[in-house]
T-cell receptor, first 111, second 115 residues
Framework: DAKTTQPTSMDCAEGRAANLPCNHS???????VYWYRQIHSQGPQYIIH???NNETNEMASLIITEDRKSSTLILPHATLRDTAVYYC????????????FGKGTMLLVSP | NAGVTQTPKFQVLKTGQSMTLQCAQD?????MSWYRQDPGMGLRLIHY???????DQGEVPNGYNVSRSTTEDFPLRLLSAAPSQTSVYFC??????????????FGNGTRLTVT
């Protein structure tokens, strides 16, 4: 799997948009970009994924650059409950693909 | 749907004891896997299965056995527990193994302590 690079930690004020960046410069054309988060003591929670186009769901938006070498996860109105570790992962679209988790970004949402 | 269910939530073992961590999913998912999570290490893949009767090793398989006799269940066995196996264990499943367009869904973990 291609490797990803994320900042170790980020801060965000409650109610503001949280923009979490991820670099995946060696991503292949058939690899998806996935985002998960993990709130303390819970299992990782799926947020969103995409291949080439930007994606939006009820939780977040995913912006992928045209060259696909980086992406940004956007939480439009962060709340205290969004405080978690966020993982950016690339996953092949063929074969028996698994998820390889890095160390992620610790997002702290403050009042 | 209950999703991915792991039991027990907590377990304390003595060195050398054996036990089985249970994982069940009710989503008819083909793919199931086990991860362990240790402080500062992120999640590491132990074993995975792409369907009933098929299993394979992940990144850190030593000390663990798995089997997949049904689509729903994927137990993880520790034959002789060691303190190095103290960790939080997560089971995960997804609908389709061969397609990257298939999110992985996780259980809430089993916290294992080996003394």
């Amino acid at each position: 799997d291609a490797k990803t690079t994320q900042p170790t930690s980020m801060d965000c004020a409650e109610g503001r948009a949280a923009n979490l960046p991820c670099n995946h410069s060696t991503i292949s054309g058939n690899e998806y970009v996935y985002w998960y988060r993990q709130i303390h003591s819970q299992g990782p929670q799926y947020i969103i994924h995409g291949l080439k186009n930007n994606e939006t769901n009820e939780m977040a938006s995913l912006i992928i650059t045209e060259d696909r070498k980086s992406s940004t996860l956007i939480l439009p109105h962060a709340t205290l409950r969004d405080t978690a570790v966020y993982y950016c992962i690339v996953r092949p679209n063929s074969g028996y693909s698994t998820l390889t988790f890095g160390k992620g970004t610790m997002l702290l949402v403050s009042p | 749907n209950a999703g991915v269910t792991q039991t027990p939530k907590f377990q304390v073992l003595k060195t050398g004891q054996s036990m089985t961590l249970q994982c069940a999913q009710d989503m008819n998912h083909e793919y199931m896997s086990w991860y362990r999570q240790d402080p500062g290490m992120g999640l590491r893949l132990i074993h995975y299965s792409v369907g009933a009767g098929i299993t394979d090793q992940g990144e850190v398989p030593n000390g663990y056995n798995v089997s997949r006799s049904t689509t729903e269940d994927f137990p993880l066995r520790l034959l002789s527990a060691a303190p190095s196996q103290t960790s939080v264990y997560f089971c995960a499943s997804s609908y389709s193994t061969g397609r990257g367009n298939s999110p992985l869904h996780f259980g809430n973990g089993t916290r294992l302590t080996v003394t």
